[in-house]
């Protein structure tokens, strides 16, 4: 069974860029999947950043995530990316990365992500 993992969420300080990561276990991303970003903050249901084709690369985001956040994904490291730039406290929430293949959607743990003022 697929599943996607997210790394590279910590503390970071507000200004900050942070990049994260996720890949994919048991399986790995085919032409058709959509990978897709999402965070939930304590308290706040989930919400979409954007998503991403596997073999197109075409991407699109939510519109209160433009400017700030680029989704962009590596064919040969099987890898996709969410980069974020100038790091708010309210960013500070749970990232998942969501992979669907056909009809079936694999959800990762997740990763952290502090913001300090």
């Known amino acids: 069974q697929v599943q996607p993992a997210e790394s590279g969420g910590g503390v970071v300080q507000a200004g900050d860029s942070l990049t994260l990561s996720c890949s994919v276990s048991?399986?790995?991303?085919?032409?058709?999947?959509?990978v897709a970003w999402y965070r939930q903050a304590p308290g706040k249901e989930r919400e979409v950043i954007g998503t991403?084709?596997?073999?197109?690369?075409?991407?699109h985001y939510a519109d209160s995530m433009r400017g700030r956040f680029t989704i962009y994904r590596n064919y040969h490291e099987n890898r996709a990316w969410l980069h974020m730039n100038g790091l708010k406290p309210e960013d500070a929430a749970i990232y998942y990365c969501?992979?669907?293949?056909?009809?079936?959607?694999?959800w990762g743990q997740g990763t952290q992500i502090t913001v300090s003022a």
């Open positions: 048991g399986g790995t991303f085919v032409g058709d999947d959509m």
């Open positions: 991403i084709t596997w073999d197109a690369g075409s991407r």
């Open positions: 969501k992979i669907q293949q056909d009809s079936i959607v694999y």
